[in-house]
């Protein structure tokens, strides 16, 4: 049977949402339009219902029950099910008997020009008639109106489900078009300009930014579209989107609900009206992520149309927000299980590059500590090397240097110098130089002492200067009478001008040979 008889729990979602749009364009009540409905298979889309309703077409009881036998949809069976755990049956999906939710498109408004051509006075001229007659046939449609309500609501209805109509049609209103979030920056101003300061979180970006964070962070997106030429715009701003309840219901972090609004003057939130089959102002849609509909699709689950109390706002909320609840705790969790695999997958590869750093700065050390013992290995056996070849050449040159040395003077030679040297090894050595000796004579002998005292001076003047070789004395000699003084090696300076016909030395060994010898 229907009209009263019929239970509105028992239509489904579709089915619903056309007897609200009936109903908001004819203002019949529920007995009146059920009928109207059925018989047109509830397609309220084309223009078939409205028609036979503006046509005159009565609630005929007889047709109403021929067209609901023939085109209703059955009910329901009543089919029980065997549950395991908590009454459910593991191999029914919770969602089975969830009704369709209606996608939510990612609206991008186009830019639009923000500076208006004027036309030129001669145009402005040429069109002068045409502006008149414009004028004059709006008047007139304005005065129909007056007599005929239901044609501004019907012509509204057909452009706005028209397929030939823009989907981004430009604001007729004169407000200056803005980038999405300074238009939401603009609505909040206006805002709490027109109803003061409040507590609702509105977001200051646009649409599709909000739809985005939505599916990100798997939210609740309440999107809210108002009209400030309609007259119950102020009464449900007032009485219920700033109500107590509803401010703090929106505002529970357990809800994760998120809020974008709009006034349907911007172009955005016209876009977003006509992309979510908005029919009455004011308009609050509850967007959220649906899985059974796609991996990232995002579905109105809620279509609040009209004024209504703050209970009855919040109880639709709850029960919209009580049927997605579940899939998305499981996708939450899926991802949470997702985000917690990826993080330790992160650690588990920070921690092998530290490993693998530790290993290479391990490996760089080992390199240059070998490195610096191969060099210290190598500078000292250069070092030792150098040694011995200075040691060589030295030897060769005291052989070379003692086979140059002049003979002692004999004792015809009455002008010869007698010195004393006192050994570093404690032995005294007396010995003559002729008169024109220079002190590198003395200086020669000291250093060639070993040499010529040993078996193979005899062998000495056969030996060849050293190549490559400089050779520096190692000791000063040193008169012991005071006042205390060396003899310095000078060139061209004899013996006997220095010290005269006699005197007693004893070789002073320099410190840095000293110092190489201990070495």
Not at 61 to 76: D, F, G, H, M, T
Not at 171 to 200: C, H, K, Q
Request: include cysteine; hydrophobic fraction near 40%.
């Amino acid at each position: 049977m229907p009209s009263a008889k019929v239970d509105l729990d028992d239509l489904t979602e579709s089915q619903q949402l056309a007897l609200q749009q009936f109903t908001s364009m004819t203002d019949q009540d529920l007995e009146s339009a059920l009928p109207i409905l059925q018989r047109s298979e509830w397609n309220v889309q084309a223009p078939i219902a409205i028609a036979k309703f503006f046509d005159g077409e009565s609630a005929d009881p007889v047709a109403e029950a021929l067209a609901s036998s023939s085109s209703a949809p059955p009910p329901r069976p009543s089919v029980h099910r065997e549950t395991l755990i908590n009454g459910s049956n593991p191999h029914q999906p919770a969602w089975a008997d969830a009704p369709d939710f209606h996608p939510a498109p990612r609206v991008v408004p186009q830019p639009e020009a923000q500076v208006a051509n004027r036309p030129s006075f001669i145009l402005t001229l040429l069109f002068t008639p045409f502006n008149l007659l414009s004028r004059l046939l709006a008047t007139s449609f304005g005065l129909f109106s007056h007599v005929f309500p239901f044609l501004p609501r019907l012509c509204a209805f057909l452009f706005l489900h028209s397929p030939t109509r823009a989907g981004s049609m430009r604001s007729t209103s004169n407000r200056r078009p803005l980038n999405p979030r300074d238009t939401a920056a603009r609505f909040i101003r206006e805002f709490e300009e027109e109803y003061g300061s409040n507590e609702l979180p509105f977001l200051e970006c646009g649409y599709a930014q909000a739809l985005d964070r939505a599916q990100k962070n798997l939210e609740f997106l309440l999107v809210i579209l108002i009209s400030p030429e309609h007259d119950d715009t102020s009464t449900y701003v007032r009485e219920t989107l700033l109500s107590p309840e509803v401010v703090d219901f929106i505002k529970n972090p357990q809800n994760s609900i998120i809020v974008w609004a709009g006034s349907v003057q911007d172009s955005e939130a016209y876009q977003v009206s006509t992309a979510l089959n908005c029919t009455k102002f004011p308009f609050t849609a509850l967007i959220a992520h649906t899985p059974r509909t796609g991996p990232a699709a995002m579905s109105a689950i809620a279509r609040l149309a009209g004024p209504m109390p703050p209970a009855t706002f919040i109880t639709k909320l709850q029960n919209s927000i009580a049927q997605c609840s579940e899939p998305l705790e499981r996708v939450r969790a899926a991802r949470a299980t997702q985000q917690a695999d990826r993080d330790l997958r992160a650690r588990q590869n920070a921690a092998f590059e530290r490993s693998l750093a530790q290993d290479r700065e391990r490996a760089r050390l080992r390199r240059e500590a070998e490195a610096a013992r191969e060099l210290a290995e190598r500078e000292v056996r250069r070092k030792a090397e150098a040694e011995e070849k200075r040691v060589r050449d030295l030897q060769q040159w005291r052989s070379w240097r003692a086979g140059l040395l002049r003979p002692e003077p004999g004792p015809d030679v009455k002008d010869a110098t007698r010195v004393s040297l006192k050994m570093p090894s404690g032995e005294r050595v007396v010995r003559k130089f002729a008169p024109d000796a220079e002190i590198e004579e003395l200086y020669a002998f000291v250093e060639c002492y070993d040499v010529l005292s040993s078996e193979v001076s005899s062998t000495s003047s056969a030996m060849k200067q050293p190549e490559n070789f400089e050779h520096s004395y190692a000791f000063r000699l040193i008169d012991p009478l005071p006042p205390r003084k060396a003899l310095e090696l000078e060139t061209g300076v004899t013996i006997r001008d220095r010290i005269g016909r006699s005197a007693n030395l004893f070789v002073d060994m320099l410190e840095e040979d000293v110092d190489e010898e201990q070495e």
